[in-house]
Each structure stands twice: as C-alpha cells, then as structure tokens.
C-alpha cells in the first residue's frame, strides 16, 4: 500500500527565506506527483504536476523535483513571502490504475512571518 | 467556466439522518473523485467516477454511495449518518487518465458536521 509522508509536520520562518518542503512515498511505482496548495477553510490549489518520467518543474518562484528511485520529491520555495502560508500537500497518482486515484501525505503547514 | 461547485458549504446533521452532496463541473472532465479530509490527515478517496453512469470505490467507501447520472454532476449520498462521518468533503475532477492532462482541479469543500 503507498503511503506518502511530509516532514516537517509544520515550518515557520522569517520573509525572503528560501525554503525546503519535503514528500517521501513508498511505492516508486508512481504514475505522477502533485504538489497543492491548501490554505485555511478552503479547497486545494493545483501549484505543480511532475510526471514520473520528469525530474523537475518550475512555475515562478516554485520548483518541484522528483527522484522517483528514491521515492522523494521537494518543493523548492524561493523569497518566501508571508502570503505563502498555507497548508502544502504532495500527492502521488498510482501507475496506470484505473482512476489514476491520488493518495495524499498530511501536508506541511507553512507560516512566512513578516 | 465556474470551475468545480460544491453544493452545500455548510451543514449539520443529527445521527441517523440523510443527505446527498452535490459535485458540479464546467470543465467536460470524464473522471470525478469524492475524497474526505480529517485535521490532521491528508485526502483520502471515497469513491471515484472514470465516465458517466460509473463509479468505483477507494479507500473509504463505506457509509457512502454516490451516483454519476450526468457528465458534469457528482453526488454522494449519507444514507444514515454517522460522528465518524464528520468530516470536510471534496470533490475534484479531471479531463481523463492517461497523458499530461493528468491535473486534478478541485472544488471549495463541504464541512459537515453529524451530532
């Protein structure tokens, strides 16, 4: 059974850090991996989708890698601003299964202080 | 495009009642997924649905039933509620399975909350 963890649990740190998050799974059978953005009382942001055959993918001030062998990916955050936090989940789709069901680890809860 | 709807936002039940929640998407996505999240726990899959008229179970389907009468609606059903039921509940969507368009988009959440 997969099973996806984020450590650390949560992670508070001055404006303009440059930060680390990071997802380990078990199964390195994985489909894809996607990083979300959840901030309080709502719904999950898609921020970045990695398939299993890339090993990085960036969008503005974030950067995900993948090393699939090792069952790990990070979430790169560069100039952290205090409208970051939120809660960041990874999630891993399974390869090929029917419904491509994602399973989810239990996030990493983020503050930026000013 | 609305994007993914989730219909209520909000709601109390007493133990042993019903409801139905209602997923809606604007986008012509074939899969709809219905997941539950507990503080401290990351999604986990109730049901999904690869195309009209299917559903399939996930991880924790029981208690629950859900019904893909139409493309773009998604329901699952309480039948007779349950204090584990409480939960906040999402529903997301995607275009189909295989290939790049492998993003699954999201809708607000239902918070419900059974007494």
């Known amino acids: 059974k997969q099973e996806v963890t984020q450590i650390p649990a949560a992670l508070s740190v001055p404006e303009g850090e440059n930060l680390v998050l990071n997802c380990s799974f078990t199964d390195s059978a994985i489909y894809n991996l996607q990083w979300f953005r959840q901030d309080p009382g709502k719904g999950l942001t898609s921020l970045l989708l990695i398939q299993s055959s890339q090993r990085e993918q960036t969008s503005g001030r974030l950067n995900a890698s993948l090393d699939k062998s090792s069952g790990r990916s990070t979430l790169y955050i560069a100039a952290s601003q205090p409208g970051d936090s939120a809660t960041y989940l990874c999630a891993v789709s399974r390869q090929r299964y029917a419904g491509n069901m994602l399973t989810f680890g239990g996030g990493t809860r983020l503050m930026v202080k000013p | 495009n609305a994007g993914v709807t989730q219909t209520p936002k909000f709601r109390v039940l007493k133990t042993g009642q019903s409801m139905t929640l209602l997923c809606a998407q604007d986008m012509n996505h074939e899969y709809m997924y219905w997941y539950r999240q507990d503080p401290g726990m990351g999604l986990r899959l109730i049901h999904y649905s690869v195309g009209e008229g299917t559903t399939a179970k996930g991880e924790v389907p029981d208690g629950y039933n859900v019904s893909r009468l139409k493309k773009q609606n998604f329901l699952l059903g309480l039948e007779s509620a349950a204090p584990s039921q409480t939960s906040v509940y999402f529903c997301?969507?995607?275009?189909?399975?295989?290939?790049?368009?492998?993003?699954?988009?999201f809708g607000p959440g239902t918070r419900l909350t059974v007494l």
């Open positions: 997301a969507s995607k275009v189909r399975g295989d290939g790049s368009y492998n993003e699954q988009f």
